[in-house]
């Protein structure tokens, strides 16, 4: 089992940026690759970032990249999400996930409960 708790949402301006964390902790924790996803209001879950714990793959949304990076802190088990560049379509429930590599919900074992990031026009 493995438990996911992300933190670092809010409101900002547009243009302004945010860092989302994301703490693991569990069993095997290193065992799975790290993804971000979001929900904008009345919209469905999308992709955003994914990485491998090894920090050697990256895939990013078309809509974010450029803007969006994921890292991850291996010692402290936390993934992050930069958030630069912020615009109102970014608001949304933020959520950090844990599974093999991919860009698809469904590949996805585990999920935090989300933040919200707001971004004013």
């Known amino acids: 089992q493995v438990q996911l708790v992300e933190s670092g949402g809010g409101l900002v301006q547009t243009g302004g940026s945010l860092r989302l964390s994301c703490v693991a902790s569990?069993?095997?924790?290193?065992?799975?690759?790290m993804g971000w996803f979001r929900q904008p209001p009345g919209k469905e879950r999308e992709f955003v970032a994914s990485?491998?714990?090894?920090?050697?793959?990256?895939y990013y949304a078309d809509s974010v990249k450029g803007r969006f990076t994921i890292s991850r802190d291996s010692a402290r088990n936390t993934v992050y999400l930069h958030a630069n560049n912020l615009k109102p379509e970014d608001t949304a429930v933020y959520y950090c996930?844990?599974?093999?590599?991919?860009?698809?919900?469904?590949?996805?074992?585990?999920w935090g409960q989300g933040t919200q990031v707001t971004v004013s026009s």
């Open positions: 996930a844990a599974g093999p590599l991919s860009t698809r919900i469904a590949d996805y074992d585990y």
């Open positions: 569990g069993r095997s924790v290193s065992r799975y690759d």
């Open positions: 990485g491998s714990w090894t920090g050697a793959l990256t």
